[in-house]
């Protein structure tokens, strides 16, 4: 079994930051493509960010380079940095990882999600 955790979340003001922690744990091989996606009310799931083992990432909204996603292969833990935070941001985040195990590869998993309120 493989699960991710995530964590950092919580209200805070605009213009604010949160830092989000996703941490990868269970029977793995290896973690591949790691994803920060999120969802608002009533909206669909929207990809964030993602980032390679490698390091390379990917936003997938546009948050004009408020956000950084970023992770520690050693620990199997992506974060996401979030500054200048606005009303906007308030959804739900979720960590998506592309997980290797000794009986599968390529299969994804998802986090339980973590709650960020932007609200004054």
């Known amino acids: 079994q493989v699960q991710l955790v995530e964590s950092g979340g919580g209200l805070v003001q605009p213009g604010g930051s949160l830092t989000l922690t996703c941490a990868a744990s269970g029977s793995i091989s290896s973690v591949r493509i790691m994803y920060w996606y999120r969802q608002a009310p009533g909206k669909q799931r929207e990809l964030v960010a993602s980032i390679t083992a490698g390091g390379q990432t990917n936003y997938g909204v546009s948050v004009n380079g408020r956000f950084t996603i970023s992770r520690d292969n050693a620990k199997n833990t992506i974060y996401l940095q979030m500054n200048n935070l606005k009303p906007e941001d308030t959804a739900v985040y979720y960590c998506?990882?592309?997980?290797?195990?000794?009986?599968?590869?390529?299969?994804?998993?998802w986090g339980q999600g973590t709650q960020v309120t932007v609200s004054s």
């Open positions: 998506n990882a592309n997980v290797y195990t000794s009986w599968h590869s390529g299969d994804n998993y």
